[in-house]
């Protein structure tokens, strides 16, 4: 039987031996069950994210389809922020009628057909590749978030255990993320771009295999039943099948040209969509979804890091459009006699995160045994700050640039440094408010918190490809401007972030648990 909202999982004898055990590096084993999940299915999607962009604007003459980069770039974030806005969704559909574990079981199936789409365009060109789009939008939603959701759950105490846990975990995020561009960029780049697509989509069945081979052993009962009653299940089961229905509908008219899309206008006008509903969630939990005051007050807090967490994602998920473009125009690749697949430079920042990420957990634990605990608001102000220097130092990169009227092309270790501030800025900030959600969310809503996170994850990935079309070798004035913009947006967010830990620390005050949790 699941817990009830006023049952957490310490409470049910059943989830015992899942939650103390400390058979993986001292942490339970469900743990690596999750993690290589995660791994495989990030492969999958930071394997083909690099691709798309080159991909999209490569010349039709050389397999691609020829896209300017504005549209192609809008695609791009249009698909990102569509794959972690569904986390909300996800969310939803898993606490009311799936359950965690089945969500994230028929969402890997959901993602790897959508590869497999994506794969097959070579025969069925635009239109398999968008439906595959859309088949990993809505596998996605159902895996991403109800993954970090188990996460939380073999953490029923919190802490800095708990942080310490999605450290690991985010540490299987981007061993996969590290992986995939070097296996599906270089036969993307240098063989063909559909072996790239099909190797993320090998890589998506694997996750699927280690999850069905251990979840039971593992995790038990774990994120096993939804939360909802028969009636509900029922309820959110005619909504989920409905909103199917109508998404494959506007697919076909789009693909049959009886509606018209521009990218551009699209990705605009789901700005202030999402924004608008995000808005909208927040006053529904405030006003009509039965809080008590002190859930409330934990609510406070998620929406200040979902605002700075949204700032944050603007700027780093530039990573597949402003600076994988600026990698291959404006960047030294030529090693010797060979030229590096631009798409490589897309595994730097995975490489610091895996490498620092033991070093940052055990700091987290290392700081509150001694007393001196870092709240998530200071955490991702220095998150916020660290990124900006990143975007100070592709400025001076880009300057060279515009001063050699586009004729230079600059060291590659201007984008490693760069990458290296994003990799230290996400360790401070992603895992933290990974865990930062499960342990502020009412446990009733927790799969929901979870989209809410990735929501603030999706804004910021339209923005960032809103922007991201505007590295070209043909106006060279706008890579220094957007980088100018984008670091001077980081260190003010991130001193008012610094300005509010204060009163979040006194709002949140009579709490007690882990450190992250916004106290």
Same mark, same amino acid.
């Given at each position: 039987m699941p817990p009830t909202p006023s049952q957490p999982p310490a409470a049910d004898p059943a989830y015992a031996p899942f939650t103390g055990d400390r058979g993986f590096f001292g942490h339970p084993r469900g743990?690596?069950?999750?993690?290589?999940?995660?791994?495989w299915e990030r492969f999958s999607y930071y394997g083909i994210r690099p691709l798309l962009v080159l991909y999209m604007t490569a010349a039709v003459t050389s397999g691609g389809f020829g896209f300017e980069r504005a549209e192609a770039s809008s695609i791009v974030g249009i698909y990102a922020a569509s794959v972690y806005l569904a986390s909300l969704p996800g969310g939803w559909v898993a606490d009311r009628w799936l359950g965690l574990q089945r969500a994230v079981w028929f969402g890997g199936i959901f993602i790897a057909a959508g590869h497999l789409a994506i794969a097959l365009s070579i025969v069925f060109a635009h239109s398999a590749f968008f439906i595959g789009l859309v088949l990993i939008v809505m596998g996605t939603g159902l895996l991403k978030g109800n993954v970090a959701a188990i996460v939380g759950e073999l953490y029923p105490a919190g802490g800095a255990r708990r942080d310490a846990g999605f450290s690991i975990f985010y540490m299987g995020i981007n061993s996969g993320a590290l992986i995939a561009p070097i296996v599906t960029g270089f036969l993307g780049e240098r063989v063909g771009w559909h072996f790239g697509f099909g190797a993320a989509g090998i890589a998506m069945f694997i996750g699927l295999f280690v999850f069905r081979a251990r979840a039971a052993a593992t995790l038990g009962p774990i994120g096993r039943d939804p939360s909802g009653t028969p009636a509900q299940q029922a309820r959110v089961r005619s909504i989920t099948l409905l909103v199917a229905a109508?998404?494959?509908?506007?697919?076909?008219?789009?693909?049959?040209?009886?509606?018209?899309?521009?990218?551009?206008?699209?990705?605009?006008?789901?700005? !202030?969509?999402?924004?608008? @509903?995000? *808005? +909208?969630?927040f006053l529904y939990l405030f006003f009509g979804a039965g809080l008590t005051g002190e859930e409330k007050k934990r609510i406070l807090v998620v929406v200040v890091l979902f605002i700075f967490s949204m700032i944050f994602w603007a700027a780093f998920e530039q990573s597949p459009t402003s600076l994988n473009l600026f990698a291959r125009d404006f960047t030294e690749r030529q090693l010797g006699g060979w030229e590096i697949p631009a798409s490589w430079f897309q595994s730097?920042?995975?490489?610091?995160?895996? !490498?620092?990420?033991?070093? @940052?957990? *055990? +700091?987290?634990?290392?700081?509150?045994?001694r007393g001196f605990n870092l709240s998530s608001p200071s955490k991702f102000a220095f998150g916020l700050a660290s990124a900006g220097i990143g975007f100070v130092a592709m400025l001076v990169a880009a300057n060279a640039v515009l001063a050699s009227g586009g004729a230079l092309r600059v060291s590659p270790l201007w984008l490693v440094f760069c990458f290296f501030t994003h990799g230290v800025g996400e360790l401070a900030l992603s895992p933290v408010g990974l865990s930062s959600m499960t342990s502020l969310a009412p446990r009733r809503l927790i799969g929901q918190m979870m989209g809410v996170w990735y929501t603030s994850i999706a804004l910021g990935n339209l923005f960032a490809g809103i922007v991201g079309g505007s590295v070209d070798p043909s106006q060279l004035e706008q890579a220094p401007l957007l980088f100018k913009r984008t670091a001077i947006s980081l260190f003010i967010a991130s001193a008012i972030l610094l300005a509010l830990v204060i009163p979040i620390r006194r709002l949140t005050q009579a709490r007690t648990g882990s450190g992250s949790q916004g106290g």
């Amino acid at each position: 039987m699941p817990p009830t909202p006023s049952q957490p999982p310490a409470a049910d004898p059943a989830y015992a031996p899942f939650t103390g055990d400390r058979g993986f590096f001292g942490h339970p084993r469900g743990l690596s069950t999750l993690f290589f999940t995660e791994m495989w299915e990030r492969f999958s999607y930071y394997g083909i994210r690099p691709l798309l962009v080159l991909y999209m604007t490569a010349a039709v003459t050389s397999g691609g389809f020829g896209f300017e980069r504005a549209e192609a770039s809008s695609i791009v974030g249009i698909y990102a922020a569509s794959v972690y806005l569904a986390s909300l969704p996800g969310g939803w559909v898993a606490d009311r009628w799936l359950g965690l574990q089945r969500a994230v079981w028929f969402g890997g199936i959901f993602i790897a057909a959508g590869h497999l789409a994506i794969a097959l365009s070579i025969v069925f060109a635009h239109s398999a590749f968008f439906i595959g789009l859309v088949l990993i939008v809505m596998g996605t939603g159902l895996l991403k978030g109800n993954v970090a959701a188990i996460v939380g759950e073999l953490y029923p105490a919190g802490g800095a255990r708990r942080d310490a846990g999605f450290s690991i975990f985010y540490m299987g995020i981007n061993s996969g993320a590290l992986i995939a561009p070097i296996v599906t960029g270089f036969l993307g780049e240098r063989v063909g771009w559909h072996f790239g697509f099909g190797a993320a989509g090998i890589a998506m069945f694997i996750g699927l295999f280690v999850f069905r081979a251990r979840a039971a052993a593992t995790l038990g009962p774990i994120g096993r039943d939804p939360s909802g009653t028969p009636a509900q299940q029922a309820r959110v089961r005619s909504i989920t099948l409905l909103v199917a229905a109508l998404i494959a509908g506007l697919v076909l008219l789009g693909l049959f040209g009886v509606v018209r899309f521009s990218p551009v206008a699209i990705a605009s006008n789901m700005t !202030t969509v999402m924004l608008s @509903m995000s *808005a +909208l969630y927040f006053l529904y939990l405030f006003f009509g979804a039965g809080l008590t005051g002190e859930e409330k007050k934990r609510i406070l807090v998620v929406v200040v890091l979902f605002i700075f967490s949204m700032i944050f994602w603007a700027a780093f998920e530039q990573s597949p459009t402003s600076l994988n473009l600026f990698a291959r125009d404006f960047t030294e690749r030529q090693l010797g006699g060979w030229e590096i697949p631009a798409s490589w430079f897309q595994s730097i920042e995975p490489f610091f995160v895996v !490498t620092l990420a033991p070093a @940052m957990a *055990a +700091l987290w634990i290392w700081l509150e045994k001694r007393g001196f605990n870092l709240s998530s608001p200071s955490k991702f102000a220095f998150g916020l700050a660290s990124a900006g220097i990143g975007f100070v130092a592709m400025l001076v990169a880009a300057n060279a640039v515009l001063a050699s009227g586009g004729a230079l092309r600059v060291s590659p270790l201007w984008l490693v440094f760069c990458f290296f501030t994003h990799g230290v800025g996400e360790l401070a900030l992603s895992p933290v408010g990974l865990s930062s959600m499960t342990s502020l969310a009412p446990r009733r809503l927790i799969g929901q918190m979870m989209g809410v996170w990735y929501t603030s994850i999706a804004l910021g990935n339209l923005f960032a490809g809103i922007v991201g079309g505007s590295v070209d070798p043909s106006q060279l004035e706008q890579a220094p401007l957007l980088f100018k913009r984008t670091a001077i947006s980081l260190f003010i967010a991130s001193a008012i972030l610094l300005a509010l830990v204060i009163p979040i620390r006194r709002l949140t005050q009579a709490r007690t648990g882990s450190g992250s949790q916004g106290g």
